[in-house]
């Protein structure tokens, strides 16, 4: 079996099945397991360079509204892909700024000698996301193994919620996006919910749209969350005056309460793949400061004010 990933999440739920051994081809951004997946070919590259611009900048570039549709920051190669001779590729068709389109990735197999199987995720819901997983398995040959991994998995979401259970639960807003400001949707507000917060400004499964700073204002969450779309931890600290100098910044209960946390998007929050529980597990700690799983590290969730 020969499998090519061209979504992030889903070299994770590969590496979730133990099937790394049978991976060809992958994304420059999949980073997971880091010394696993580094040997593997690339078969993309960035359209541009985000390290170099402005979250505006990139907005800018792939659209304007940063919507779910647009511009990708993903270009393929389709010869390198077809050298590879994949069995099956693992695609999406939730978001074509934040990986190759479905389109696109439909194009180039259409020239691939072969017949390659394509399988297309997109997940909006925490069950979507851990429904994938066995989705995976079953086309790559262990369904039996990725129910199994899906139990363990969805065992460890009960046990936060079981750590978190009859808590004052805080009002939150989570930022997946600084310039313009975004909340953050999809599986994330059930994140929140699942670690014991009432979750603000987006609902469960819910594709976002940009805001105005007034509805963050508005809301006074009590803890804001900012983990921004495919942005380092070190990276979205670059850019802390994007949010600290708007105004009304320090009126907010979560700036007075130094409870604005920078949080590692990509790993935990961001891509739809076994790690969103891993994001339960550290919005435990934020919010509760409870332990669940391992002990959160500063480069999982950090405070701003001490960043």
């Known amino acids: 079996m020969r499998i090519v990933s061209l979504l992030p999440a889903a070299t994770d739920i590969v590496a979730e099945l133990g099937l790394l051994d049978h991976l060809v081809g992958r994304t420059h951004e999949c980073d997971w397991p880091p010394r ?7 078969v993309t590259s960035a359209g541009l360079s985000p390290d170099a611009l402005t979250s505006r900048e990139i907005s800018d570039a792939v659209g304007g509204s940063r919507q779910h549709a647009g511009s990708s920051l993903y270009a393929l190669d389709t010869a390198a892909l077809a050298a590879l001779a994949p069995d099956v590729i693992l695609t999406q068709d939730l978001c074509d700024v934040c990986a190759v389109s479905y389109s696109a990735v439909s194009g180039a197999v259409r020239v691939l000698e072969g017949e390659a199987r394509v399988l297309s995720l997109e ?3 925490l069950d979507d996301v851990l429904d994938c997983l066995v989705r995976v398995g079953r086309l790559l040959g262990v369904e039996e193994t990725a129910r199994e991994r899906r139990a363990g ?3 460890r979401l009960a046990a936060v919620r079981a750590r978190t259970a009859g808590r004052p639960r805080p009002r939150v807003v989570a930022v997946e996006w600084l310039d313009p400001l ?4 999809h599986w994330v507000p059930e ?14 499964g819910e594709h976002t749209g940009p805001m105005e700073w007034d509805a963050v204002v508005a809301a006074d969450p009590e803890v804001l969350l900012v983990l921004p779309c495919g942005f380092s931890p070190q990276r979205t ?8 100098g708007l105004p009304g910044w320090k009126d907010l209960t979560a700036v007075r309460r130094d409870e604005v946390w920078v949080l590692d998007g990509p790993a935990h929050f961001n891509r739809p793949g076994p790690r969103v529980v891993r994001g339960a597990e550290v919005l ?8 669940a799983g391992a002990p959160v590290t500063p480069g999982e969730a950090r405070r701003l004010t001490g960043a």
């Open 284 to 291: 435990a700690h934020v919010l509760h400061g409870e332990r």
């Open 182 to 185: 975004w909340p953050a949707g």
């Open 237 to 244: 600290l670059r850019e802390r005056e994007l949010l600290t």
């Open 123 to 125: 997940p909006r819901t």
């Open 36 to 42: 696993a997946v580094a040997p593997v070919p690339v």
């Open 153 to 155: 998995l969805a065992a």
């Open 191 to 204: 994140q929140i919910a699942c670690a014991g917060g009432r979750p603000l400004l987006a609902s469960p």
